[in-house]
């Protein structure tokens, strides 16, 4: 019998003696499997070998050329390249010669290689990631007189046209310090030009794209500057400006004050703007701060003068940082920059940083600057006639905040305070033209604090709020939902200072109404009698009131909260039988105040979510706290009349396909509110022709968490699970119904639904019903002879055909439920496996599975390792606990079929029994 470890001691003898003849005897061994990547594995790993001698062998013997690989795969018409094993040997004695013979062989090596990988592109071969990885990581540890421009090129095609992570992550390390050691300046600028390249993509929501991976681009261009040397920096930093502008020449508004309101250090971009823009920003921000001024003088000066916003925002945060030597070039400019709001955050800082610096002319010429603006866009806003003034004292203000602590110029101090002493409130972020986070702005504004509010008596408030109007005022904003969300927070806080005069509160808009039933909903609990009392009220009057418009109506959400709150078994709301009395008639008062939707209006999904679906759910709630509470007239009586009668009229004239989702979600309440009833009402509700209605129905019964066996039966038996069992749900009712069939299955009460799956199920059915038993083998309910092996068995002969055989691996999967290997399920797992065609490499539940089974089943389970291993190439999760298994497995006496598990191992790459067979074989 071949053992694969025999022909690996060959090797092993061979790769001592390094020679043209050790060489052919190696490659005579290529045809047993596995012998070849032993080879080279063995290369890499073993320091005691003659590198210097091999590698000149190999070379020689043409053993470094990709054209001679074995490891394309044909898939799907195209030809890969996985793995190329030679390179990790190539990468070895990059790393190990160092001297320039061999360098210098290593670079014509790898020239080659580069050539060869460009003539198998344009062949259409698709090459692993990680061989141009492999590749570059040889060209970092080459001498730097060995890089060319070439090698950047062969870069640019990497990334740009595969996987780039590993080389980007990789490219700040020994390469990056090589480049500088080449002291050319084409390749220093080449390789700077790649780093900043990027990708525009139109269609795209991130339009522009880095050729080198995001993450690692930004972690290069924060690292990375202080180790250029500064004969390079002005070269760079051209690089930089020219990306900036071609990406302006892509997009104009590219690098507008949304995405960037600030171009500091620290500063972050918005959500939606481009990493490769921030890296642009930030790199020539740096670089102009990093480089002397001198040597940047006339550049600051043209950029300021541009025409981009970017250009002059970059040369105003530059001459901020360099003032002393640059300020010329800002008080030489022919424009108002005060006058300009997409540079006015610069300024600001520009202003507050060097405020005691200005000559009183300069001083002078900024006041002058900020009274000469332009206001001319106000009066696109509504309400300029009678806000204008207001509006420009704020804007005038805004800019003298960074101006009105300067111990040298007290007159900006004197212009600050003539123009707040006209405003009521001050600027939060007067630093910012326009403050925002994110595409909103702060938050909804209020007029008035959760404090003023409540200062207010309740007559005011209620004037403020039917008198107010929205309004806004360079980004501070002030709306409705501002004002009712502080409205809710002060009555949600202080709610015993409104409670006794609620019915103020009806004459205000209805959208206001939904913040102050919030605010009491969430108090509820802490109510006192009088309290819920004086809330039912508010709300009954608020409900009569109410015009219903035929639209959606916000207070249905309010009444569902309000009475999920009082009848919550937790909570222990206590209520009288008059108080029931009310809430039905709010419940009589409210149907008629609803929008009822057909099925052609109102998606599905959003049915438990709509005015019916929380009317409805309400009434049952409420229906189950009444019965609980035997609040109703005649306690005998379990469901209250009146709202059982809202349901069967609803029912039967209304025909409200929510209406039948809510009945099908809450059957088992209903069961236990009126059995005769709902058992009365079981074919109308789920056996008429499949339409919305019994769809609905049938969504709302199966979304139930329980399977409630006695009303399983009943509809079985009406063949209302067979029928759901033959339609076409979305995939979450689908799932929903194989797993009640299965439950139903485990409790003894039916076979017949099963089976019906097994034998006519489709491939989704028999899947989730696989599913349903892989990881239950502890449960109690199942008993692994009576449920499992029978439904294997059949499962089994069920997926033969073509369509079904993917699921044969999910079902091996079931090894999970045994707790040992007898002779019957010992013969379902190797004629399961024997059934599948691929397995993931990378699954590890067959394995883990194999390691649970070994602790009692030892010869069983070397014998079903073996099977998978000589069908399938299976990662080893946890090799620890292989080796662990494979050497019980020896000591029990089990040598040819431990050999045989490591033998197939080795063959596969995986050397670590080496030794473990040595011992066992000696």
């Known amino acids: 019998m071949y053992n694969f470890y025999d022909i690996v001691f060959k090797v092993d003898n061979y790769l001592k003696i390094p020679s043209n003849e050790s060489l052919n005897q190696i490659i005579e061994l290529y045809n047993h499997k596995g012998i070849e990547k032993y080879f080279w594995n063995t290369l890499c790993i073993n320091e005691s070998l003659e590198h210097l001698n091999w590698f000149k062998i190999l070379n020689e013997n043409n053993m470094f050329n990709i054209d001679n690989s074995k490891e394309i795969e044909n898939i799907n018409e195209r030809k890969f390249i996985a793995y190329w094993k030679p390179l990790d040997y190539l990468e070895k004695i990059s790393l190990i010669l160092k001297d320039s013979n061999n360098q210098e062989k290593l670079q014509k090596l790898i020239n080659k290689l580069i050539d060869n990988y460009y003539k198998l592109s344009k062949k259409e071969y698709i090459l692993h990631g990680h061989i141009y990885w492999i590749t570059f990581k040889i060209l970092s540890n080459l001498e730097a007189k060995y890089l060319s421009s070439f090698h950047i090129n062969f870069l640019r095609f990497v990334l740009s046209n595969n996987d ?429 105040k609803i929008k009822y939707y057909n099925f052609q209006e109102l998606n599905k999904s959003d049915i438990l979510n709509s005015n019916e679906g929380q009317f409805y759910t309400s009434i049952i709630i409420f229906s189950l706290k009444i019965a609980r509470d035997k609040l109703n007239h005649d306690e005998e009586l379990r469901w209250n009349f009146e709202l059982k009668e809202i349901i069967e009229n609803d029912l039967n004239n209304k025909k409200s396909f929510q209406l039948f989702e809510v009945i099908g979600k809450y059957l088992p309440n209903l069961f236990y509110l009126d059995e005769n009833w709902i058992k009365s009402k079981l074919s109308f509700l789920f056996m008429n022709d499949m339409d919305i209605y019994v769809e609905s129905a049938l969504i709302g019964y199966f979304s139930n968490h329980t399977v409630y066996l006695k009303i399983f039966e009943e509809l079985h038996n009406l063949g209302v699970i067979e029928k759901a069992l033959n339609y076409t749900f979305d995939e979450q009712t689908s799932k929903k119904v194989v797993e009640f069939i299965c439950f139903a299955f485990i409790s003894d009460r039916n076979h017949e639904l099963i089976n019906k799956i097994i034998d006519d199920g489709n491939y989704k059915q028999k899947q989730k019903l696989i599913q349903f038993f892989q990881n239950r083998g502890n449960e109690k309910d199942i008993n692994v002879e009576k449920h499992i092996v029978p439904l294997w068995h059949k499962l089994l002969a069920s997926l033969n055909k073509k369509e079904f055989k993917p699921l044969y691996i999910e079902l091996l999967q079931w090894m999970n439920t045994l707790k040992t290997i007898d002779k019957e399920t010992y013969d379902l797992i190797i004629n399961t496996i024997n059934e599948i065609e691929t397995i993931p490499m990378y699954s590890t539940d067959v394995i883990r599975n194999l390691y649970k089974l070994a602790e009692v089943n030892l010869k069983e389970t070397a014998k079903i390792l073996i099977l998978l291993l000589r069908k399938f190439d299976i990662y080893i999760y946890q090799n620890e606990k292989m080796i662990s298994i494979v050497e019980s497995v020896y000591k029990s006496g089990l040598n040819i079929k431990a050999n045989e598990i490591v033998n197939i191992l080795g063959e596969k790459g995986n050397y670590s029994f080496k030794e473990l067979y040595i011992e066992y074989n000696s």
Request: glycine content about 2%.
């Open 164 to 592: 780039k992570t590993l080389i980007s992550g990789d490219l700040s390390g020994k390469f990056f310090d090589k480049i500088f050691e080449t002291n050319d300046r084409k390749i220093i600028k080449s390789f700077f030009d790649l780093i900043l390249s990027f990708e525009f993509e139109k269609s795209s929501s991130r339009e522009f794209k880095s050729l080198v991976e995001s993450y690692w681009l930004r972690e290069l261009a924060r690292d990375k500057l202080e180790l250029i040397p500064l004969k390079y920096k002005i070269d760079i930093l051209e690089i930089a400006l020219m990306k900036i502008e071609n990406i302006l020449e892509h997009d104009k508004y590219a690098f507008n004050i949304t995405w960037f309101p600030s171009i500091e250090k620290n500063s972050k971009k918005r959500y939606g703007a481009s990493d490769i823009l921030k890296v642009c920003i930030d790199f020539t921000r740096d670089l102009l701060e990093e480089i002397e001024p001198n040597n940047i003088h006339e550049k600051v000066n043209s950029l300021i003068e541009s025409k981009n916003v970017i250009f002059k925002r970059l040369a105003i945060h530059t001459i901020k940082h360099h003032y002393s030597d640059l300020k010329t070039i800002f008080w030489g400019i022919n424009y108002n920059p005060i006058d300009k709001s997409e540079l006015h955050h610069e300024i600001f800082k520009l202003f507050e940083n060097h405020k005691n610096e200005f000559t009183s002319e300069e001083a002078k010429k900024i006041i002058e600057w900020n009274e000469s603006q332009n206001f001319e866009y106000l009066k696109e806003f509504d309400n300029y006639d009678t806000d204008k003034e207001k509006w420009i004292n704020i804007d005038k203000r805004k800019i003298l905040y960074a101006l009105k602590d300067s111990t040298k110029h007290q007159i900006f101090k004197e212009e600050f305070e003539k123009y707040d002493s006209m405003l009521d409130s001050p600027d939060e972020h007067p630093e910012f033209y326009a403050y925002s986070e994110s595409f909103s702005w702060i938050g909804d504004k209020s007029p008035f604090t959760t404090k003023e509010i409540l200062e207010m008596n309740l007559e005011n408030l209620i004037k403020e709020i039917n008198e107010f109007k929205e309004s806004e005022k360079f980004g501070n904003k002030s709306n409705r939902r501002g004002f009712g969300k502080e409205i809710e927070q002060t009555i949600t806080d202080n709610y015993e200072n409104f409670i006794n005069s609620l019915t103020l509160f009806l004459n205000i808009p209805i959208d206001y109404q939904q913040y102050i039933l919030r605010a009491l909903n969430s108090n509820i609990k802490n109510f006192s009698n009088k309290e819920l009392n004086l809330y039912i009220d508010y709300f009954e009057k608020l409900i009569n009131e109410f015009k219903f418009n035929g639209e959606h109506n916000p207070l249905v959400y309010e009444f569902s909260e309000f009475i999920s709150k009082i009848s919550s078994s937790e909570s222990n709301i206590l209520i009288e039988k008059k108080e029931v009395k009310i809430i039905i008639n709010m419940f009589d008062n409210l149907k008629e």
